[in-house]
């Protein structure tokens, strides 16, 4: 099994580049921003709960998603690896990411770090708000609040990684190609 944690600011294009990833090694995908949109269109209790603080810009509660994450974990039993997108956001999310993969003998074998620049950001962020739907992206004072809570309390993700060798930084900026070349080499470089 290899697990695959797709890293980065809102906006800076885990989305696009985890359909490709997930179509060239047949991963399965776990978006919690997807699961988390999935819970509010079907008005589940957690959706409801849920869309408070996605409409401010702030992260849902860490037991949530955790929940979110172990059940999802639990169904696909026969997944030959999961990519993370969006998963985990803070250190607890981590921590406890790291038991439920230890319970099933597996771990994160990579961190894939996308590193934009926070004008881009925005300018991506308001530009998706035009067509995608969500309420997230209309509104820059709630993209600006989705970046400081990236650098309050996700960032500390990657620190986190970082201790056990994981992370590998790759530019989020160029084209979609550029990108996915980047993200395949380091792949490669560490499943060889
Ligand atoms: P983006 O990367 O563009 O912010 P996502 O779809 O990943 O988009 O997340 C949208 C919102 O969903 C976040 O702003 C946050 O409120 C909530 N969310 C998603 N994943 C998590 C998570 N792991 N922990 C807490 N909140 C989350």
């Known amino acids: ?6 890293f980065g600011p809102p906006g800076s294009g885990k989305g696009t580049q985890s359909e490709r990833l997930i179509a060239k090694y047949g991963l399965k995908h776990l978006s919690t921003g997807d699961i988390l949109r999935s819970e509010i269109a079907r008005q589940t209790r957690l959706g409801l709960e849920a869309k408070g603080y996605m409409d401010k810009g ?3 509660p860490d037991e949530v998603v955790i ?4 059940s999802a ?5 026969e997944a030959p690896g999961f990519l993370f997108d969006g998963f985990p956001r803070t250190t607890a999310q981590s921590e406890a990411l790291d038991k439920l993969l230890a319970a099933q003998n597996t771990e994160i ?5 996308l590193m934009v620049s926070e004008e881009e950001l925005v300018k991506r962020l308001l530009n998706r708000g035009r067509t995608s739907g969500r309420s997230d992206d209309n509104n820059e004072e709630v993209i600006r609040a989705r970046i400081t809570e990236y650098h309050k ?3 500390a993700v990657a620190e986190y990684y970082q201790k056990f060798g994981k992370v590998r930084y790759v530019p989020g900026e160029g084209s979609v190609d ?5 993200l395949l ?3 490669e470089q560490r499943r060889s």
């Not at 099994?1 to 797709?6: E, K, T, W």
């Open 185 to 187: 080499n380091e792949i």
């Open 58 to 60: 702030e992260l849902v």
């Open 109 to 113: 074998g990579l961190v894939l770090a």
């Open 73 to 77: 974990l639990e169904e696909n039993p």
């Open 153 to 155: 309390k996700t960032s």
């Open 1 to 6: 099994m290899f697990n695959i944690i797709l």
């Open 178 to 182: 550029e990108i996915f070349t980047s």
């Open 67 to 70: 929940g979110m994450i172990q």
